[in-house]
């Protein structure tokens, strides 16, 4: 049951994220530091699992994973939760669409991962309120906060694309913010006029969702006008940025939220940020010149189930510090996995050379407008692209020549390329426009 202390709660952790602010990455080092402490001598030692570590610094501790998480689930929380009860709640959620069951104050979430592995999750109430809190303080602009807290004026109305609803994100709706819950499962088509019967001021959806969304809207079928549009789930490509800005009149805002925490955010000037005011991140870096790295994340603000120097599965590419002062880390994109890099030999064929997604999207992009959507999947020394356009053949050809191009520059074997047509879309299913299925290294 809601209490109705709980909108109070959330203004309270909204607050003090807003009024959060460091100097200099030496303060929010310092700022982290503190919170680790803290975390690492009172928390870490209540999870069975981690308690051979108590006293020991962050370092010591071995690095974890999903596989790991889900196999030692009951070590890896504070509750004593087994991963089997866990489990049963969250498949019947899933199967009855009716995501409020919990165990006492516990949400219990299950997320199918980019790379279709399982996870569990499990949240407390207060964790779930101090998240609301922070993500409102993150995604909301001023102008439409003023609206929340405006009781003379409409409430602020978000329509949330989701694979699955949970208790942490209804915490959201409040008498000032009503949620529409759109289910990923359903066409969009069957969206559109709900959408226009109730328009949002807010619209959050995965990338892939956008897009389709943005071409009906083009298109005519699709009449609002949203004040503040936020990709989430997937990577937001570069070619879906001006086409969703140009359909509904405003930039594409990030937030980086997965099963292991609420990692980044789009600032007002546009910078997308990690939120390392809430989570610890060392980067594992994939290159010699520090361009990208694979994040171990310790999220010192969860008490129940423990992310602790947690490996992800994602690429995050470094930009150049933003321009709007805060010091927390800006990154240009996730791109994507680690199981969406390529790998293709050398030329000499004595090494293999990793061919990051964001380079085989930038061929994709160089190829022109007549390929309207693309997929590239690797299997062995052969890749095979489904394309969207007009003509496959004519395409094709366009793309195999920005391919060479690519191939010649990293000095690489070029692979085998077949093309087809682009097969029909899964509802629920993210998007993965570049994937590798093995073979090659």
């Given at each position: ?224 006008a949203p004040q503040h549009v936020i990709s989430i ?30 990692l980044g955010y789009t600032c007002a000037l546009g ?155 899964v509802a629920g299913a993210k998007r993965r426009r ?8």
């Amino acid at each position: 049951m809601t209490s109705r202390f709980e909108p109070l709660t959330v203004l309270r952790h909204f607050a003090a994220a807003r009024a959060m602010r460091h100097r200099d990455r030496a303060a929010l080092g310092a700022w982290q530091r503190r919170r680790l402490e803290r975390f690492l001598a009172h928390v870490l030692p209540r999870a069975p699992y981690y308690a051979p570590w108590a006293g020991k610094p962050l370092e010591a501790i071995p690095v974890a994973g999903k596989a790991l998480m889900m196999r030692e689930f009951a070590g890896f929380n504070t509750r004593g939760i087994g991963r089997e009860q866990a489990m049963e709640i969250a498949l019947r959620a899933e199967r009855s669409r009716d995501f409020r069951p919990a165990i006492g104050d516990l949400t219990v979430g299950l997320s199918s991962g980019t790379s279709g592995n399982r996870g569990l999750f499990l949240v407390s109430s207060a964790e779930r309120l101090r998240w609301a809190g922070i993500v409102l303080a993150r995604a909301l602009p001023r102008h439409l906060f003023a609206r929340v807290v405006s009781p003379w004026r409409e409430p602020l109305r978000i329509a949330f694309f989701l694979r699955a609803n949970s208790n942490l994100y209804t915490t959201l709706a409040s008498s000032r913010v009503a949620i529409g819950y759109f289910d990923l499962l359903e066409p969009v088509e069957a969206h559109v006029a709900r959408l226009m019967d109730r328009p949002p001021d807010v619209l959050v959806a995965p990338a892939g969702i956008l897009r389709l969304l943005a071409l009906a809207a083009l298109g005519g079928r699709l009449r609002i006008a949203p004040q503040h549009v936020i990709s989430i789930a997937e990577v937001l490509e570069a070619d879906d940025v001006p086409l969703i800005a140009r359909a509904f009149g405003q930039p594409v805002h990030q937030l980086y939220q997965c099963t292991e925490g609420f990692l980044g955010y789009t600032c007002a000037l546009g910078g997308f940020h990690l939120n390392e005011t809430y989570v610890h991140v060392e980067p594992e870096w994939l290159d010699a010149e520090r361009t990208r790295f694979v994040p171990l994340v310790t999220d010192f603000t969860r008490e129940t189930q423990l992310i602790v120097r947690y490996r992800l599965n994602d690429i995050l590419r470094v930009a150049e510090p933003c321009a709007c002062g805060n010091p927390e880390r800006t990154i240009a994109a996730v791109e994507g996995r680690t199981d969406d890099v390529l790998w293709l030999a050398d030329t000499s064929g004595t090494r293999m050379t990793a061919v990051f997604p964001d380079l085989v999207r930038r061929s994709m992009l160089f190829a022109g407008d007549s390929v309207r959507d693309y997929r590239v999947r690797q299997h062995g020394d052969e890749l095979q692209i489904a394309l969207e356009s007009e003509s496959v053949e004519s395409s094709g050809a366009l793309v195999a020549g920005e391919l060479a191009r690519l191939w010649d520059e990293l000095r690489v074997r070029p692979p085998r390329v077949r093309f087809t047509g682009m097969p029909p879309s899964v509802a629920g299913a993210k998007r993965r426009r570049v994937e590798y299925a093995g073979g090659a290294r």
